[in-house]
């Protein structure tokens, strides 16, 4: 088994983190992941409505304005002046909140119908408070009817009449109008027609962004920020983090850099809640502004007792992120959520361990109390919260098996609403903790083959992954994955590639076309391997039988182990030599005698353990059995054959059922028979016709399927080259179906008798 693998996905949950898998809390995913920003006490953040009046109403949809009949008086032009002056406080006091709200709208389409009539009329804050109402209607895509084709002009002209009048917006309705907005549509133009038309309109086309309102809002706001208060500098940073846009200026600044520069002048002023928004917001469209984090570090130490669960949840999520390093900002963090730990919600409980497990911050208190609080609610836990709260633990090597066997029961309660991330990442957690779940493990494969098509290239191979790391064999899954892997192949990284060969080899689960078409991505890309994906990919093609040898797979892996060299370690360095000796393809410029690669051997020798010094045995034994010329010591050379001869073997309930039958057929078999001069032990060593004959009993470990394991056919072709022995295999399959056992033996050891000069191995 090549140990290498499992030990290149233990940081392998860490980037999923910075790429796709275990989401870190998303404002258009969990719409309660981030506090929305309390509003001050400005009358530009109130909202203010629009009167309700139906399509067909023949009244004119005018703002309230009084009439008064008036008597002549001395001084008529006064008393004139006088009531024109109310007429128009009549007018502005109906945009601000004094006549039926916006609230009385409850479908979208009489708010927009509504709004279209008098857009001419709408001043900066009725339009900040339609926006608001037409996100709160289109909260729900299902219980609206947008989707209709008439009420897109009348949204095109509102969005037309919002941009007229960009100029004419205070700071806290330009921030009210984002934030609306962004809650409006989700990251990317997938979902219903509405949603891509109202991202078009809102972010622009991707073709020329700088169609959306959302830069021309922001051409207004960076001129404004000196002006914004921190609460409007924390919302409008929120809005656009939301749908993941991060204005660009001609100057080569962008609008979070401008806003990091004024939070900083005003940092002492935030609150708690405006300080963790803020550093999510950056987090969360990664812009990494490091003196804004120090400062926000050194300003929060000093006031997190003010910070509630959701403010400390926020704040260790944005840090960890940003690759921000602050070990004593965590660790008041830590004694902070302790001490608050019964005021912790699922989502704070799932985004502080998954905080901390990213920044590599391992606090057993926090831990400890995070599973207890984990486990008493449970039951309130969604679908990712549950992964990421598993993958935190298995990251932080917390393991704790009441948390996880809690989690696990849960999580097959609610795995109709897990999508495929959670999916992935939920039984990656399992296996790299090392916690056994068969159950969890059959009802995720259920699942994930019914949605394996939205499966990404990192879930498929992290769930490949997981389940061979965890011996939870499901050909049905795997087979479906691998067809599911061929259509994106071209999108899979690196990683991606050596994970999931990795694990169909260690399953012995062979796929002709996987394998064939994953070597000719690694010939095409091979510079994009790490010394490490390198030895899991020679390993996992030496391991399984998947057809005849790739020779261009290994002549090209020569270049790539060769340029390596420097970087490798020794258990890289023998996983090399196993599978060489395994395909059995000489490359003599890796392994001539005055190589870089035989030159790290011998100076690597003490770092060997027992493992790699039988592989390098192996190996030793093919180079033999080639002729060639070694630069070894003699000493080290015995040092791999004890390493070898110093395993025990192990005999099967099998094994010993085929011995008793060799017996009864009157021959005096020699059990577990050790080779002197290769070091291999034979199940058996019987004599036939004054001749030796090796009996190898071959139980279902030793293939795949019915095809040999690379070591079962590298020991068959040593031991037939080294020690001339010719052995007979007794395969299980065959075995099983003979109905006279005997007769059987009988068979295949006249079989050997018969004399086969190319010393095939006899099955």
Same mark, same amino acid.
């Given at each position: 088994m090549n140990r290498h693998a499992a030990s290149d996905n233990k940081h392998n949950y860490r980037r999923i983190t910075n790429e796709i898998e275990p989401s870190p809390p998303q404002a258009h995913m969990k719409r309660k992941m981030i506090s929305t920003p309390s509003q001050t006490p400005d009358n530009a953040l109130d909202e203010t409505y629009l009167r309700a009046v139906s399509k067909d109403d023949s009244t004119h949809f005018e703002p309230p304005m009084k009439i008064h009949r008036f008597e002549e008086r001395d001084d008529e032009a006064a008393t004139i002046a006088f009531h024109v002056k109310e007429a128009r406080d009549s007018r502005r006091n109906?945009?601000?909140?004094?006549?039926?709200?916006?609230?009385?709208?409850?479908?979208?389409?009489?708010?927009?119908?509504?709004?279209?009539?008098?857009?001419?009329?709408?001043?900066?804050?009725?339009?900040?408070?339609?926006?608001?109402?037409?996100?709160?209607?289109?909260?729900?895509?299902?219980?609206?009817?947008?989707?209709?084709?008439?009420?897109?002009?009348?949204?095109?002209?509102l969005f037309n009449r919002t941009k007229d009048t960009l100029e004419e917006f205070g700071s806290n309705n330009l921030s009210q109008t984002l934030t609306a907005m962004a809650k409006m549509v989700k990251r990317g133009r997938k979902g219903s027609h509405y949603q891509m038309m109202l991202y078009d309109l809102i972010v622009g086309n991707g073709v020329d962004s700088k169609d959306g309102i959302f830069l021309k809002i922001s051409d207004v706001a960076v001129h404004r920020l000196e002006r914004y208060d921190p609460q409007a500098l924390s919302t409008t940073a929120i809005a656009y983090a939301r749908i993941g846009v991060v204005p660009k200026f001609s100057d080569g600044s962008n609008l979070f850099h401008s806003i990091a520069k004024q939070a900083m002048k005003r940092m002492q002023q935030f609150n708690a809640q405006g300080i963790s928004t803020l550093v999510w917001a950056f987090a969360t469209v990664k812009v990494s502004d490091r003196h804004l984090f120090k400062m926000v570090a050194e300003v929060a130490m000093v006031t997190l007792g003010h910070f509630n669960p959701q403010n400390l949840s926020n704040t260790a999520w944005a840090f960890a992120k940003a690759n921000h390093r602050s070990p004593e900002l965590f660790k008041l963090i830590a004694n902070a959520s302790v001490r608050h730990m019964s005021e912790y919600n699922s989502q704070n409980v799932a985004n502080t361990l998954w905080a901390f497990a990213h920044a590599g911050e391992y606090n057993k208190n926090l831990f400890e109390a995070s599973a207890k609080r984990a486990i008493f609610i449970i039951s309130e836990f969604k679908p990712q919260e549950l992964a990421n709260t598993a993958c935190a633990f298995a990251s932080a090597k917390a393991s704790n098996h009441t948390l996880f066997n809690t989690i696990g029961e849960e999580a097959i309660k609610k795995l109709g609403s897990f999508i495929p991330q959670n999916l992935s990442n939920i039984v990656w957690a399992y296996a790299t903790a090392g916690v056994a779940h068969p159950r969890l493990f059959d009802k995720v494969a259920e699942e994930a083959m019914l949605c394996l098509s939205e499966f990404v290239p990192q879930e498929l191979a992290n769930a490949a992954w997981a389940y061979a790391t965890a011996k939870e064999v499901e050909p049905k899954l795997f087979h479906m994955i691998a067809e599911e892997a061929l259509t994106k192949l071209e999108n899979f990284e690196a990683q991606h590639l050596s994970n999931i060969v990795w694990a169909f080899a260690t399953l012995k689960l062979p796929h002709k076309r996987l394998f064939e078409s994953v070597a000719h991505a690694v010939v095409v890309r091979s510079k994009e391997f790490s010394p490490q994906q390198i030895s899991n990919l020679i390993w996992s093609y030496a391991y399984i039988p998947v057809g005849s040898v790739n020779t261009l797979l290994y002549s090209q892996l020569e270049s790539m182990v060769i340029e390596s060299i420097e970087d490798c370690d020794s258990q890289f360095l023998a996983n090399i030599c196993w599978s060489y000796a395994v395909a059995n393809v000489d490359v003599p410029f890796l392994f001539s005698t005055k190589s870089h690669f035989i030159?790290?051997?011998?100076?690597?020798?003490?770092?060997?353990n027992l493992e790699a010094l039988c592989q390098i045995h192996q190996w030793i034994l093919w180079r033999k059995e080639l002729k060639a010329d070694l630069s070894l010591s003699s000493s080290f050379q015995q040092l791999c054959y004890e390493a070898y001869i110093a395993r025990e073997p192990s005999p099967s309930a099998f094994q010993d059922y085929v011995?008793?039958? !060799? $017996?009864?057929?009157?021959?005096?078999?020699? @059990?577990?028979? &050790?080779?002197p001069d290769c070091g291999y032990v034979l199940d058996a060593l019987v004599e036939v016709h004054g001749e030796n004959v090796?009996?190898?009993?071959?139980?279902?470990?030793?293939?795949?399927?019915?095809?040999?394991?690379?070591?079962?056919? !590298? $020991?068959?072709?040593?031991?037939?080259?080294? @020690?001339?022995? &010719?052995?007979?295999?007794?395969?299980?399959?065959?075995?099983?179906?003979?109905?006279?056992?005997?007769?059987?033996?009988?068979?295949?050891?006249?079989?050997?008798?018969?004399?086969?000069?190319?010393?095939?191995?006899?099955?």
């Open positions: 109906w945009y601000n909140n004094r006549s039926p709200t916006m609230k009385s709208y409850k479908t979208i389409e009489r708010l927009i119908l509504g709004a279209f009539e008098n857009r001419a009329e709408l001043v900066s804050s009725s339009l900040a408070a339609f926006w608001t109402r037409a996100a709160c209607l289109l909260e729900d895509e299902n219980k609206t009817s947008l989707h209709t084709m008439h009420l897109q002009t009348e949204l095109y002209h030159h790290a051997i011998v100076s690597r020798q003490n770092e060997f011995m008793t039958e !060799l $017996k009864a057929i009157g021959l005096e078999p020699k @059990e577990e028979y &050790r080779l090796g009996i190898e009993v071959d139980g279902p470990c030793h293939f795949a399927g019915q095809a040999p394991l690379g070591k079962m056919t !590298l $020991k068959r072709r040593q031991v037939l080259k080294i @020690e001339q022995v &010719r052995v007979v295999s007794v395969p299980y399959w065959e075995w099983d179906e003979s109905a006279d056992k005997q007769e059987y033996l009988r068979f295949k050891l006249d079989m050997a008798d018969v004399g086969l000069d190319d010393c095939r191995w006899i099955l």
